[in-house]
């Protein structure tokens, strides 16, 4: 807030006025002049870095004309919750928004982060708590990794400070349905055994088990799992784990078929604080379209053809 206090010099010659303020709060010129037998506008900007009702005070001085106090009471209130823009990302993937946190005190500010959903939102920080230089700013980013598909996920975050006070941001999330995958290509002569993988990471930011099966058709029967381990367990984000198949042509053409994992959603609800009996991720499920093409061995044998 600017608060305009008007200084008048009765005087035909020039004053030169010192300004002392007894808060941090307080901002303005600290030396100015006036001209003689004129008057002005001086600016205070009142800038509250905490919460609080409390009586300060500015005062100019000239050496000529003395001081002149004027008392300033503050009334500062919480400052409001920000509210940010929804985030979306496809179950496995992230998507990032920043936070602007600035320091605008002449001192170094420390603040403690706190996170009441680091599960689904998490402060891309290497500590718990972020020091600003005087009149510093820094982008924050906040990674939104989704837990469900097509549930609204809450977080609020905040930022406490004893030199700045406590900023808290709201922010809210939805995951989408996996992404369609590209095709895992794989060629091999005829009745000779290639060998291929599909590499799945872990999509959610929890522990959790899965199951990998072989789609059903035809041309299925071309391949196999080299795993005899159907159920698997990854543990963090971002944990992959190979999956070897073999490829056995018994004819020329191309061969389809699809590698699918699916959550066991029991172990989903157990990590789950907030799980809802609505929602569909008992369905979530990762599809590998895969493409066998058999070949003609070639022969380094030459053949001589008469005719």
């Not at 030169?16 to 600290?30: H, R, S, V």
């Not at 972020?130 to 598909?149: A, C, F, Q």
């Not at 391949?223 to 990854?234: A, D, E, P, S, Y």
Request: aromatic letters at 12%.
């Amino acid at each position: 807030v600017t608060v305009s206090i008007p200084i008048r010099n009765p005087k035909s010659s020039t004053v030169k006025f010192t300004a002392q303020f007894l808060d941090d709060d307080l901002f303005g010129p600290k030396e100015f002049q006036l001209d003689g037998e004129s008057s002005m506008t001086y600016k205070l900007v009142v800038c509250p870095m905490k919460s609080a009702k409390k009586t300060s005070a500015i005062y100019f001085y000239s050496d000529d004309d003395g001081e002149f106090w004027y008392c300033i009471k503050i009334e500062a209130t919480e400052p409001p919750v920000n509210i940010l823009a929804p985030m979306m990302a496809p179950i496995g993937r992230s998507m990032s928004t920043f936070i602007l946190l600035s320091n605008p005190t002449s001192k170094v500010a420390n603040y403690r982060i706190e996170n009441d959903n680091q599960e689904a939102f998490q402060v891309v920080t290497k500590k718990r708590s972020i020091s600003l230089n005087p009149g510093e700013e820094r982008r924050i980013e906040v990674k939104y990794i989704p837990t469900s598909v097509g549930a609204k996920e809450n977080a609020s975050i905040s930022f406490k400070s004893q030199e700045t006070g406590d900023w808290i941001y709201k922010l809210n999330g939805t995951g989408k349905p996996p992404q369609p995958l590209s095709p895992i290509i794989v060629s091999s002569p005829l009745y000779t055994t290639s060998s291929a993988l599909v590499l799945f990471s872990n999509p959610f930011p929890y522990s959790c088990r899965f199951t990998v099966t072989m789609g059903k058709g035809s041309d299925s029967e071309a391949f196999n799992f080299l795993l005899k381990k159907k159920v698997f367990t990854l543990s963090s984000f971002g944990e992959e784990y190979q999956i070897p198949f073999t490829f056995t042509p018994t004819s020329l053409g191309q061969f389809q078929t699809n590698i699918i994992i699916a959550s066991i959603w029991d172990d989903v609800k157990k990590s789950k604080s907030s799980f809802n009996e609505d929602q569909e991720n008992s369905t979530i499920q990762w599809v590998f379209p895969i493409i066998g093409n058999s070949i003609i061995e070639k022969s380094s044998d030459v053949k001589l053809i008469r005719c």
